[in-house]
């Protein structure tokens, strides 16, 4: 089967937008939760295929054990439904762009605003369980230590940077996804766009933000400054690399597509 014309998949987009948009506060508040508690699996899974594996076949063994680990948190948010903060970029803008209305942005800015908050808050509670002694494999803790740390480490430019490949590799995911028609390649799909970003490393909000907070309840150096900094950089980045790189231009391309009929 040849994939969906771009008109095609922007109309699908609108309509998952829609329903994005139009869900009731209670749905999208807990939709938000779960989706901070489930990539903390990804996380945790990284930090896990890196301990198992970096210590006998090397650093940059363990990196790439890690980053194909982390995929799986990826495929649990695809599958599950629910929606990291930058997953509502693509299609709810695309409805707000195609009806005009101002209460539409409103509701955008709900959205977005919600979602972010409890993707945070639910991984903030996943991360408390891990964070206990003796939850994790010996050694782990150190990998999720060690990753914070390497975090806070970069440069504002380059947080920025990295936050600018996350957005639009997630928004990319986004539409991805609408050409997809079958739960084999939309697994496919979230799991390699999961791996691109932990061997990135690219700096998701959530996850840097959720990375940050397990080094700090860890004992690491990272501290709630560095927490901040990296949380207002990257949701910069996030939305320059997700607006700007891959909705407007995927916008301009259907609706361009679609006159051309």
């Not at 998952?16 to 939760?33: A, H, I, N, Y």
């Not at 194909?68 to 599958?79: E, N, P, Q, R, T």
């Not at 903030?124 to 050694?139: H, K």
Request: hydrophobic letters at 50%; zero cysteines.
């Amino acid at each position: 089967m040849s994939p969906p014309d771009p008109d095609q998949i922007y109309d699908r987009a609108k309509d998952e937008g829609t329903r994005r948009l139009f869900m009731p506060p209670l749905e999208q508040v807990t939709t938000g939760f779960i989706a901070g508690v489930t990539i903390v699996f990804g996380i945790v899974a990284l930090a896990m295929a890196e301990e198992l594996v970096g210590p006998s076949l090397g650093h940059g063994a363990g990196k790439l054990a890690g980053a194909l680990a982390f995929g799986i948190g990826v495929i649990f948010l695809v599958i599950g439904r629910s929606e990291l903060f930058t997953e509502n970029f693509f299609d709810p803008v695309a409805t707000a762009i195609d009806r005009k209305e101002g209460s539409v942005w409103l509701r955008l800015g709900r959205l977005w605003a919600l979602v972010l908050v409890l993707n945070l808050v639910g991984g903030a509670v996943m991360a408390v369980v891990f964070t206990v002694e003796g939850a994790l494999p010996t050694g782990a803790h150190q990998v999720l230590v060690t990753v914070a740390e390497e975090i806070a480490s970069k440069s504002g430019w380059a947080t920025f940077a990295r936050a600018i490949a996350a957005g639009t590799l997630l928004t990319l995911l986004s539409y991805l996804l609408h050409a997809a028609d079958s739960a084999t390649s939309r697994i496919i799909l979230a799991y390699l766009v999961g791996f691109f970003l932990a061997l990135g490393p690219f700096d998701h909000v959530i996850v840097s933000a959720l990375h940050l907070l397990f080094g700090i309840w860890l004992g690491s150096t990272v501290t709630y400054g560095d927490l901040g900094q990296n949380f207002v950089l990257a949701v910069a980045g996030n939305l320059v690399g997700g607006l700007l790189l891959m909705t407007l231009t995927h916008t301009v391309q259907a609706k361009s597509s679609h006159g051309s009929d």
